[in-house]
Structures are given as structure tokens and as C-alpha cells.
């Protein structure tokens, strides 16, 4: 293997990235924000966001059908820990993921998340009804521990091809999960009604495309991991001041962790991800059942319904493009915390759509801002930091909290709306305050852990009563 040095301003850089000894993924130049590389990258990644994400960003869907025909014996609560977990594994993993994304490793992990993340789709095809176990291991954990190993790597590997286009590099990858989810959901409510599919073929012609989906994303994505520098003109130093001179810790290692969140902006960027996985997707997840209750149901026609979902990811693809361009442009990580506040105002206003004109236009209207607040995550905590070398860790450290939001969000909202412990009278003014509350108060800190607090309480004392 040959290394080519270049000494510029007494300054050598390799032309080879620290992990090429890993996995042999030679990267030849260090070109940014354009090329055939970089955009082949984007194509695997947006194809990879489209199955992984797309998925459950569908629950809602696969909610409804488990809540009114497959899985009768349980409630839309219990039913929702299926989503939830399948959300949290796929940010919670991250951490851990990360790491062996630094090192070198991402083709390893790619590959191998794609191949857990099909075996558990198939399984799920096989799953029986009333069998709450075999839903909850095939969709809620081997689907969840698949997408949870691919899905951070498969997004900090296209920010290393970019640097003033970022923010709409990845905010466009994150279009293919508002694809996915308006793909899947629409499939699902077409195939689910229809009893010549059915619920398992419905899923597995649903696993076949992911599965060509994710062969095409696996051998369009290629790294482009920092270089090595070396000062040619450096006195040699001895062995006592190599001892004495303070070095970095290692990425991942618990100082790593600790110096990342004595900084207040990688602090206020954990505390945002924590509100937008405790409440954002409580919506996402129970439009189609708020559509089906009394008295909704009375005025939204039952076609309408099966497609209120797909108009949360239509608008979510608005939502996750236009951001990404105007941070690039401003530079600006406030825009999320404006967008999550907007999301929190038009989730307030949803009980109060009650009728097929002004529930179109809540969804449109917070597809978007969710779906901005989706987009902006990533791009706001990678411009923290200008070394993409340890792009993976810091966006894994971030993404714990998140996780856990979302393994107990969904689950709490689900049990705030039923009003005195009935399924058939839910209580949607308190879910629509439990989601609002919890995003409108992202600007207000300390208030909003004060309320969001509560407001876990409240759920947790539902759920368990």
C-alpha cells in the first residue's frame, strides 16, 4: 500500500484516512460538498433512512391495525411500548455504535445492521395474532437493535463529505424517512384492508423492498474519514515531557463523555433531543386512532383516515429540506428550538380538528415543523465541533437521552389520553397539552423539566392505575 505525503507550509498530511487499515476503504482525495463519492453516499444513506426510519415512522399505521384487529387483548398504551422501543434502540445504540464508527469500522456495521434488521422485518411476517411476545421481539427489539446499529452510522458518514453543505446534505437524507414513513404507511393501510394480503404478505412484500433497498445502500455509501496531520518541523520531545504534555482523552471514554457535557451548548442540545423524544412523535403515532374516536369519526371519512399519516411524512419532507438551507446560509442551531416551539403550538391545536378540512391542515402543518426539528438535530450538534474524527461518539452521547425519551414518551402519552382508565373515552385535550407543553417550553429550560417532569408523573401514575 503506498502513502503519498504532501509537505505544505512544513506541514505533512497523508493521503489516507486513520482507518484505512481497518476495512480497506481508500480514500484517495479529500474532495468536500460535491463529487460522485459524496453524492453516492447521500443516495445510500437517504435509501438506508427510507428503511430503517420509514418503518416507524409507520406505526402509526401498523398502532391501528394492532389496537382494532391483531392484537384486541391490548391496549393503544401497551401497544405503543412496540414503537417506542423501536425508537429508542435506534438512537440509545448509537453511543456504542459510534465508536466503532470512529474507528474505522462503518462498513462492518453497516452491513451487519442491514442483515438483523431484515431477519426481524421476516420474522414479524410470521408473527401470529393475539401474540403480543412475538410482535414485541421480531418489530420491538430485533428490528429496533438493526436500525439502531446502522442508522447513526449510515448519517455521520455523509457529514464527512461535507462542509459549507452539511446541514442540507443531511437534512435531505432525512427526507427518505418522511418517504419511507408516507411508502410503508400507505402500503400498510392498503394491504392490511385487503384480504387477499393480509397482514404477512403485506409485511414481507414491505421486507423485500427494504431488502433491495438496503443491498443498493450498502454499495453506494464510501467514507471519507479525517487525515492524518504531522508536524514535520516539531522538535523531537523526550520521553519525561511526552509524560508530562496533557493529551486528549479517547473518544468514548468516560472523561471524553464528561468534558463534552460541561460545554452549555452540547448540554442545551442534549436537553432538546431529551423534549423532542418525550413528546414529538405522540402524535405521529396516534393521529389515525384520534381520527377514529368520537367525534371525529362522525365527520373524517374512514378513507381519509388511512392517509393522515402519509400527510405527516409529506410534510415532514417539506419540513426536513428547507431548514437544512436556511442553517446552512445563517449558521443558526436556534432554528431548532423554534421549530420544536411551532410543533408544540400546532400539537395544542389538534383536538380541535374535528373535521376532514382542519385535520388535513394539522397534519401538513406539523409534519413540517416536526419534521424540521428531525432534520436540524444532527447538523446543530456536529457544528459544536469541527473535528468530524469523533463525529460518531458525540452524536452517540447525544442520542442516549433521546433513546430513552422515546422508549417512555409514547408509552406516557398513550396514557395520559385515556380518561379514567378507558381505551373508548380517551382524554385528547391531555395529550394535546402533554406533547405542546413538553415542545413549547424549549425555550423556557428549567420550566420545561419542571413541567416535563410532571407531566411523566402524571403519565406514569395513568399508566400503572
Known sequence: MSIESIKKNDIQVEEVPVQQSKEGDITPTRRFDGGMRAWCTVAGAWLVQFCVMGLPMSFGATEAFYATVYLTGYTPSEINWIGSLQLCLMFILGFAVGKFFDAGYFHTIAITGSTIFLFG????????ENQYYQIFLSQGLTMAIGSGIVYIPSSSVVSHHFKQRRALAMGFITTGSAVGGFVFSTMFNHFFDNKKIGFKWGIRICAFLCLVCLIAANLLMRTNYPLRRIDSKAPETSQKDLSSAPTKPKPGSLQFVLNLLRNPSYSLNIFIAFLIGLSSYAPVFSIQLFASSFPQNQHISPGLRTYL??????GSIVGRTVPGIIVDRLNSNTKLAICMTAAGVVALCMPLCTKAGSIVVFCVLYGIFQGSSTALFIPSVISLDKD???????????????????????????????HRGSAEDPDWWAGAIYTGVSCGFIHFHWHGVCCSAILILYGTHRFYS
Do not use: C, D, K, Y
Not at 422485518?121 to 401470529?128: D, G, P, V, W, Y
Not at 399519516?309 to 409529506?314: G, H, S, T, V
Not at 463525529?391 to 409514547?410: K, W, Y
Open 121 to 128: 422485518i421476516f420474522m414479524l411476517s410470521l408473527a401470529q
Open 309 to 314: 399519516l402519509a400527510l405527516i411524512n409529506l
Open 388 to 418: 468530524m474524527s469523533t463525529a460518531g461518539v458525540r452524536i452517540g452521547v447525544t442520542s442516549v437521552p433521546l433513546g430513552i425519551a422515546f422508549l417512555v414518551g409514547t408509552p406516557i402519552a398513550g396514557a395520559v389520553v385515556q
